[in-house]
């Protein structure tokens, strides 16, 4: 084995500088989004109790990345962003502002199959607010991930949003047992994807009669951009039924509250489920106008039970999350060729003769004390390699110091996409790039 | 086991909002620096084949978390960040600039002893050049780690620097077998914390005889602030050493490339070591002056042979680098109390009147896009709830609507340091705010 070169494991990435410049580019216009919203920054570890973890995600958690450490202790590798927010928050909740609004941009780690695009590490970049049942915090969420999503110059998007306890009522309504809801949703999740004749036969499975999905699918039909044209699918069943009537009711909040936060393209979509299981109130999602087929790009929605849940109080403490899915994202970006490589380094000083080094060494510094990116060429050598360095880093212009430069106090600032060049004098130089 | 709350794991963190905030702003600032030297930002996975880690970190090796995956795989997580950046050159080598100046921040794993401050997950921050041998190379590392910490604010530093062929040539000369040299090393490298005493028990445990180690700290003595000062203690020896005079003509190039870039306070110390096993030419180690018991606060050097090492072909591919001991650093400015958790919402808009919520959001999302960072009190309630959300969140000035205002078309921009406060037309705001 030991001639052989090690490998990355299956589902892993490595990202070389080109993509991960893009990577930072796109972070710190999402944080910076976060941010003009109030958020704070929080980051948990990659290792939990597994106990912490486990029961929280449903029929995925085998998924997960679980081991005994050297301390016997069982712990797993972070599995998403939301769980652990909700054991920071259950420790700290006396010392936090209320509500609490904090982002996280972290890696987590799934043992998925690696087929379809999917890695077993992939970042996650998630708002959530703690603390609140207002309708506004709801559409906070929904209104920073646009912004963030603007910023990042994504183009036209659509955002789709529902209640859950508007699928829940329909359900209660058509007297389908509570145990079936959590796989009744899954399989409206994957209506997209799958289409909806596969999603019926996975109703008949989730223990849906025919007529029952028949119903369903009548009432979830609607789609409206406003909450009273949602409410006359419903007349004639949401005054008898509470979970209807609060779904109907906080829905209508939340549109009110997007429109006053000026978020575009808004749909209700009543058949809109998302898989998680621990969904209790809005669910939402946005999808990219120029490539549906991708999926969607972010979603969240409302948990008031999970933190409770995770703490192990089981008392009712409101939460709700959106999450941008920032590698499907970059696929999407990459697909649409919106993302370009843009090089960090200003200036290559080219290094022709060893005698001249203490001449270099001082330019190469000055242009770093102005704040300019600069690098010197390591070797004493010919232009050709100094060319295809600079090439190779995307660098576009050169300082090049020879000893008639030196006597006459100039040097010659180089274009290396134009190859025109300029006598300049040395104390120029820095002027001039700067004001390029 | 259900009410009981979740726990962290022994030995790992949250970073909370202020916290959190801090380490951005420090990560940042350390970019900066980097980028300006022409590093350009990288990013391998937290795990690895435990093939590819195993055999490269000595006895230390046993703290790796290594576990089997869900496919039987030996996988471990990530130890440091030179080993998987040397598995990436392997594999790319043909694509990369030459040379290639790579830097990256991130965490990473080892199940150390939790006393002494030491922590199972922590940050690293590298620098790392690959594929030149020259003496700049060497000396750019040191320079940028020098500046990244100018710009951390950290105060005055010490250099300290030297060269392992110095050490291997004084040892080759006492006749000391080089199967001892890494336990002599390791042992070197505890002079600081352990003190003369306690080290010559160890070289003796080292194989060395009390004579021998008599006359290495005889030679090792010296202490320069150039190469000259440093080759008068060696006149004898060094002409017929061949480790020797390499060691001391490397040393000699850095220190001038070192003097050409600007790098101040470096002092040569012909003892130190540095404990990893891996480095074969220029080390060097960084101390806070005002904080000298803190121990290093950055450190590295060259590696030639890791390289070609990890990718089994046994070429010798040179590499140096420097790191950041960013957690020592971040626990020493706390301790000289440099570092002040800066809030980052510039504004809180107070929510009094839930008739009045189109008005508010309307202004929130004003500020919002003209670029401030603004936040909207979520619950109708009375001042009071509002005052204590801004002070938890140190924000420091509010926006107060009322129906009086609305009407005549103002806003009172309160000041929530001073309590004073004064009328505003609400387009006159976001100047007013943004000239603060």
Same mark, same amino acid.
Do not use: M
């Given at each position: 084995m030991s001639s052989k070169s090690p490998q990355l494991l299956k589902g892993f990435r490595d990202f070389g500088p080109d993509k991960m410049q893009t990577r930072l580019v796109l972070f710190a216009k999402i944080r910076s989004a976060f941010e003009r919203f109030g958020f704070q920054p929080m980051e948990t570890p990659a290792?939990?109790?597994t106990e912490t973890l486990s029961?929280?995600?449903?029929?995925?958690?085998?998924?997960m990345y679980r081991f005994k450490d050297n301390g016997g202790r069982s712990v797993a590798m972070r599995y998403d962003l939301t769980v652990p927010l909700a054991r920071f928050y259950s420790s700290n909740k006396n010392i936090l502002p209320k509500p609490f609004k904090r982002y996280a941009i972290g890696p987590v780690w799934r043992a998925e199959n690696?087929?379809?695009?999917?890695?077993?590490e992939f970042y996650q970049c998630d708002v959530d607010i703690v603390g609140s049942t207002s309708a506004i915090s709801d559409a906070e969420c929904v209104a920073v991930i646009t912004e963030a999503l603007t910023d990042m110059g994504v183009g036209d998007f659509a955002v789709r949003i529902n209640n859950r306890k508007i699928i829940d009522g329909v359900l209660k309504f058509l007297n389908?047992?509570?145990?079936?809801f959590p796989a009744v949703l899954r399989a409206l999740d994957k209506l997209d994807k799958q289409g909806e004749k596969k999603v019926r036969a996975e109703l008949l499975e989730a223990g849906l009669k025919p007529d029952q999905t028949k119903k369903l699918f009548e009432y979830l039909a609607g789609s409206a951009t406003n909450a009273k044209g949602l409410l006359d699918g419903f007349s004639e069943i949401v005054s008898e039924n509470k979970d209807l009537a609060e779904g109907v009711g906080e829905l209508s909040d939340v549109l009110d509250a997007l429109a006053g936060l000026q978020v575009k393209n808004v749909t209700v979509d009543l058949?809109?489920?998302?898989?998680? *299981?621990?969904? %209790?109130g809005t669910v939402c999602e946005v999808v990219l106008s120029r490539l549906?087929?991708?999926?969607?790009?972010a979603g969240g929605g409302r948990y008031d039970n999970l933190v409770g849940n995770v703490s192990g109080s089981k008392e009712i403490i409101p939460a709700v999350g959106m999450s941008i899915g920032i590698e499907r994202l970059i696929e999407g970006l990459e697909e649409l060729d919106i993302l370009e490589y843009d090089s960090r380094s200003d200036i290559l000083v080219f290094?022709?003769?060893?005698?001249l080094l203490p001449a270099y060494l001082n330019t190469v510094t000055a242009l770093r004390k102005s704040g300019l990116n600069a690098e010197l060429y390591f070797e004493s050598s010919g232009m050709d390699k100094q060319f295809k360095y600079a090439e190779k880093k995307k660098i576009n212009r050169a300082v090049i110091i020879g000893e008639e430069e030196i006597r006459s106090g100039q040097a010659i600032l180089k *274009?290396?996409? %134009?190859?025109k060049q300029k006598k300049i004098k040395i104390e120029s130089l820095i002027k001039e790039l700067k004001n390029i």
């Open positions: 290792l939990e109790y029961g929280k995600y449903g029929a995925e958690e085998k998924l690696t087929q379809r695009g999917r890695f077993r389908v047992p509570e145990k079936n058949k809109l489920a998302r898989g998680l *299981d621990y969904y %209790t549906p087929g991708l999926g969607s790009i290094n022709l003769d060893g005698k *274009d290396l996409v %134009t190859r």
